[in-house]
């Protein structure tokens, strides 16, 4: 049973900082290319960051690029995102993303990220 532990999401002022986590059990997860999306209510899931399983390359959306980075711990299974210079437009549900060689997608539960003053 494949299961994902998110956190770190809150409240913060726009400029502030937050770091989000998620933990996966249930699969082999250095084995997974891991990313990052984000929804606003009644919008399309979109697209954040990606680190992929070999050699941890990154790759970032350009409305976040520069302000937060995407890393991975392979022998604590958790993935991050380190968000930095957050601005309101940040405000949205974070969802954890785990895919693999095949194709195959699991989510995570997601964690609510809101930036106001």
């Known amino acids: 049973q494949v299961q994902f532990v998110e956190s770190g999401g809150g409240l913060v002022e726009p400029g502030g900082s937050l770091r989000l986590s998620c933990t996966v059990s249930?699969?082999?997860?250095?084995?997974?290319?891991m990313s990052w999306y984000r929804q606003v209510r009644g919008k399309e899931r979109e697209w954040v960051a990606q680190?992929?399983?070999?050699?941890?390359?990154?790759k970032y959306a350009d409305s976040v690029k520069g302000r937060f980075t995407i890393s991975r711990d392979n022998a604590k299974k958790t993935v991050f995102l380190q968000m930095n210079s957050l601005k309101a437009e940040d405000t949205a549900v974070y969802y954890c993303n785990a895919e693999s060689r095949s194709g195959s997608r699991w989510w995570g539960q997601g964690t609510q990220v809101t930036v106001s003053s």
């Open positions: 249930g699969l082999f997860f250095s084995s997974y290319a």
């Open positions: 680190i992929t399983r070999g050699d941890g390359s990154t």
